[in-house]
């Protein structure tokens, strides 16, 4: 029966066996591009890393040129009777082949940074990973609860998401100065941007999620005599929990994003600190495997809280659950 289900029918689930390799496709396409621009010069390699220099005053062995410089200059050479330049096609140097890539996570993990400045890939990744936790954190403590009683009660909702509204519509780090002044330089204004991009924005989200507890479900415990604090508690709370869950997963990949902007407020550090020196001396198999870094750290830990939903959420039957 799941052999012969259609690959195309609007919301149909795939098979389990489909849905693996259609996952391992998700990764491999993007690796084989990558390849084919890396390894078949054919496909995209516009530089030339000069082998010997010949009778080209200014080329250097090693040296990366732009092809059609290293034709003309050849011409020339060629046109004088000089010796002409040899070389082999490549990337500029900015984008390195994947086996570099896989190459520097093992380096940055075991040979120390070339510079005193510098920090291990290893410490700038801790740092981060306390900065979106407290900021995450913050932010779900006060934001949920606002959330819930948003979407439970009009007129929570009426005194507290206009503002809201306005609000989340001015970028966090706009207040990357403020902050800094009111909190100092080191960890506390960056855990500040985190918290505002994330903190309007999961209010909306709860809220939203709240309203769409079935209304019977609410009107039923209170015909029954739940007063507010036990419909909360025992009616809307749980009838809303495994939604919230996934809702906290996804804003969890927001605050990833803010982290970038957040680690440039007060003192360098992190793994945007370790990116930005890495770039800066053109180690940019350094900078792909750092960032390569934060995808698998988040991919691992949304893998990891969905199957801990599972546990913690036995009776949620829904889709998203079966395909999580």
């Known amino acids: 029966m799941h052999a012969s289900a259609p690959w195309f029918a609007p919301r149909a689930a795939v098979p389990r066996e489909r849905a693996r390799w259609l996952t391992l496709a998700s990764f491999l396409l993007p690796l084989l591009v990558w ?7 054919f496909v995209w390699h516009p530089m030339m890393v000069v082998e010997e220099p010949g009778d ?16 003309v200059e050849s011409d020339k050479v060629e046109a004088a009777g000089g010796a002409l330049p040899t070389g082999t096609r490549a990337n500029p ?20 940074p070339t510079r005193a400045s510098e920090l291990w890939l290893h410490q700038s990744l801790w740092n981060s990973i306390q ?3 407290w900021g995450f954190t913050l932010s779900s403590l006060i934001g949920v609860p606002l959330g819930i009683l948003c979407g439970t009660f009009a007129t929570v909702s009426r005194l507290q998401e206009p503002f809201v509204e306005f609000f989340r519509y001015l970028p966090a780090p706009a207040f ?9 330089i080191h960890d506390a204004p960056k855990i500040a941007i985190i918290f505002i991009g994330t903190f309007f924005q999961q209010v909306l989200v709860i809220a939203n999620t709240t309203r769409k507890l079935e209304l019977p479900l609410l009107e039923a415990a209170m015909t ?24 906290q997963r996804i804003l969890l990949g927001w605050a990833w994003t803010y982290l970038i902007v957040a680690e440039l407020i007060g003192t360098s550090s992190g793994i945007t600190w ?11 198999d350094n900078v792909f495997a750092a960032i390569m870094m934060i995808g698998i750290i ?20 829904s889709k998203e659950r079966e395909q999580a």
Do not use: C
Not at 35 to 41: D, F, I, N, R, W
Not at 176 to 184: D, K, M, P
Not at 232 to 243: E, N, Q
């Open 35 to 41: 390849s084919a621009v890396s390894y078949l010069p």
């Open 56 to 71: 080209v005053g200014y080329f250097r062995a090693g040296m990366l040129v732009e092809r059609d410089q290293f034709l």
């Open 93 to 112: 140097v900015y984008l390195p082949a994947p086996h570099q890539v896989a190459t520097a996570f093992y380096t940055s993990f075991t040979e120390a």
């Open 131 to 133: 900065v979106i936790f």
């Open 176 to 184: 990357g100065a403020l902050a800094v002044a009111i909190l100092g």
């Open 224 to 247: 029954l005599g739940a007063r507010r604090l036990h419909l909360l508690l025992k009616v809307v709370v749980p009838g809303i929990l495994p939604d919230i869950y996934r809702d």
């Open 274 to 284: 370790f990116i930005t020196q890495q770039a800066r001396y053109r180690n940019f």
């Open 298 to 317: 988040g991919l691992v830990t949304d893998m990891l809280l969905a199957r801990l939903g599972k546990r913690l959420f036995p009776w949620d039957s």
